[in-house]
């Protein structure tokens, strides 16, 4: 079964840093039909938002200007690992934070057919 799991959450304080991992497993692999791979956001009381993407075959990035500068989307070297790693964090950034695998390269959360449980992320002030 496709899955992907993200760690690496927890509480930081303003201007600290948190690398969050997503790792892909199952039979086939949950990355094998996946054309970009993205991280998505939830704060409490609103809705997901789309945060950033990487395209899974060249690697080309894309972020919401609210974390750009701030926040680098990667790949591992294989097929089975993303990361974020997340520097400067605001209170603003504190939510639960999902990656997600899609057939394109989109910020729309229904072009993602593949997410993860979610991992929390808390910034104090």
């Known amino acids: 079964q496709e899955q992907l799991v993200e760690s690496g959450g927890g509480l930081v304080q303003a201007g600290g840093s948190l690398r969050l991992s997503c790792t892909a497993s199952g039979r086939p692999s949950a990355t094998s039909n996946t054309y970009a791979m993205g991280w998505f956001r939830q704060a409490p009381g609103k809705e997901r938002e789309f945060v950033a993407l990487i395209s899974w075959s060249n690697g080309l990035t894309y972020y919401v200007p609210a974390v750009k500068g701030r926040f680098t989307i990667s790949r591992g070297s294989g097929d089975d690992m993303m990361y974020l790693q997340m520097t400067n964090l605001q209170p603003e950034d504190t939510g639960i934070y999902y990656c997600?695998?899609?057939?394109?390269?989109?910020?729309?959360?229904?072009?993602?057919?593949?997410w993860g449980q979610g991992t929390q992320v808390t910034v104090s002030s």
């Open positions: 997600a695998a899609a057939p394109r390269a989109a910020r729309e959360l229904d072009a993602y057919n593949l």
